[in-house]
């Protein structure tokens, strides 16, 4: 009989977070304590993301849709783990009983066009139809190009890929690290700048949660990536601080160079407009502070109440060119 300790993982049922779990069970199963201690058993979970994939995310609720069953299941003791995209993840855990207990090293960070006619978003003819359902990408197509078409585009990446291919659209923007994981990269057109893309915070990354007092602190201390760990918790803090959530079109990207923590942060307004830009460089140690100076400066900048407002776009989704 096994001594080996069972650990259910509960994944979102998608190719995209296979792949991510397949990931972290490679890492794992390279480490002779961890794979001397534990097996490890994958549950699939059926998300409201999920379920609803062709409505607009932040009209359904938008905090959680990707994982508040699999948080659920945790908190039930059905399963140990959920392994999310931690750009899914909420700043604030839906729940004090949850944790990140592990941050897996990140991927590129960068987002990725896919067009079918082999033209970067620079070269698209006007008119284009470009497909994405992230409320921060459509601001940032505006903000590059008011002469492109934007359509709502929800599913999985395969989905999303075939929609493409059936001609529904003529370019998609994507997560680099996403087609990175399913060994898509290389379909991409073009790696958007992030001079006109910053990305999502915590884009590229996954992480494992967990209760509180887990006992699994052999899997996470083995695997946790710590400059993952310091960069991504310095993106989340800026979005904790002025209680955005994943559909705002707020766009932060913290890079750590030796001792120092470098940190670019963006936010947009529905109609395409820039109205907010900082960049800041702090020591390392000093990760928080520098998160919640940006913070409170898009406070002072732009005003909580229309940070409230940019959770949800009141227009159309789609747009098209006057």
């Known amino acids: 009989m096994s001594n080996l300790r069972k650990v259910l993982i509960g994944i979102r049922d998608s190719k995209l977070s296979i792949a991510q779990t397949n990931f972290f069970l490679k890492e794992a199963n390279k480490i002779n304590e961890i794979k001397n201690s534990f097996s490890f058993e994958i549950k699939t979970i059926k998300t409201k993301g999920d379920i609803h994939n062709n409505h607009r995310l932040d009209q359904l609720g938008g905090k959680g849709l ?95 890929l ?12 994507l997560s680099l690290a996403g087609l990175q994981r399913i060994n898509a990269e290389h379909l991409v057109t073009e790696v958007l700048s992030f001079d006109y893309f910053l990305p999502a915070s915590c884009q590229g990354a996954v992480s494992l949660q967990v209760k509180k007092n887990n006992n699994l602190d052999l899997i996470f201390s083995k695997l946790n990536h710590s400059e993952t760990q310091i960069a991504c918790t310095a993106e989340r803090e800026i979005l904790k601080t002025i209680n955005a959530n994943c559909n705002s079109p707020v766009s932060v990207y913290a890079h750590i160079n030796k001792e120092e923590i470098n940190i670019d942060c963006t936010l947009y307004n529905h109609e395409g407009d820039m109205i907010f830009k900082t960049k800041k460089t702090n020591y390392k140690k000093d990760f928080i502070k520098s998160s919640h100076e940006i913070g409170n400066e898009i406070i002072r900048a732009v005003g909580q109440n229309t940070i409230n407002e940019l959770d949800e776009l009141k227009n159309d989704f789609d747009y098209s060119p006057i």
Request: include cysteine; hydrophobic fraction near 35%.
């Open 66 to 160: 990707f994982v508040k069953e699999i948080e659920e299941q945790i908190l039930s003791g059905d399963i140990d783990i959920g392994i999310h995209s931690l750009k899914d993840l909420p700043a604030v855990e839906n729940s004090p009983s949850l944790e990140i207990g592990c941050w897996l090293k990140r991927y590129d960070a960068r987002d990725a066009l896919i067009s079918n006619n082999g033209q970067g978003i620079g070269e698209l003819e006007p008119n284009s139809v470009i497909g994405t359902s992230s409320i921060r990408r459509r601001s940032q197509i505006l903000n590059f190009r008011k002469d492109l078409k934007i359509k709502l585009l929800r599913g999985n990446v395969d989905t999303r």
């Open 162 to 173: 075939q929609k493409l291919k059936d001609n529904e659209y003529d370019a998609i923007i």
